[in-house]
């Protein structure tokens, strides 16, 4: 296969995925998550950042201060810490073919979060009883491994080669003995 094909299409294609840069793609919301990251979307689900929202104290829940960690996306109608808060808006890259392919879903907008893109709601300023402590926390929000465990799961046994046909002499395939 010609592999400068792919590359021409990408080039081409970039700048209406991209449009006027990665932040500027629309946000689809956890659900559209969810039929292709099952197992990542209900540890979501069942995690803290899905209950970012509710931790708030009633008298905090329209301060801007509090909402730009506690529920990122409120303009969008998302009303907690969703998949797009911390892995970039979807819109660019959450359809198939493109998350299928990882240079691709990254190039149009798809983040990795870490520690320092973390320390953007949780730092010093932040308030908390106790400092926030990446490798003790990060297990909280686990789904990674969920997830890649679900596809394993769901992925069908590896096939195996077909044995030849009786009478079958295409290259490769051994002769049916004569009786």
Known sequence: MDLRLPAILLLA????????GAGSAPAVGPESCKPCHPA???????????RAFDS????????KRCLSCHSPMADEGAVAV????CHGAGGAYSARYVMRDPELS????????NE???????NDSTPSLTKFDYSRKLPLIEHWNAEREGAKAEAPPASRPAAPAPGDTKKGAPA???R
């Not at 708030?56 to 301060?63: I, T, V």
């Not at 969703?82 to 808060?85: R, V």
């Open 13 to 20: 294609a970039a700048p209406a995925l991209v449009g006027a």
């Open 40 to 50: 990542a979307y209900e540890a979501w689900r069942t995690g803290p950042h899905a």
């Open 56 to 63: 708030l104290p009633e008298r905090s829940r329209k301060d």
């Open 82 to 85: 969703g998949c797009e808060a």
């Open 106 to 113: 990254r190039a149009v907008g798809l983040l990795d979060p």
């Open 116 to 122: 320092k893109s973390c320390g953007a709601c949780h």
């Open 176 to 178: 049916a003995k004569a």
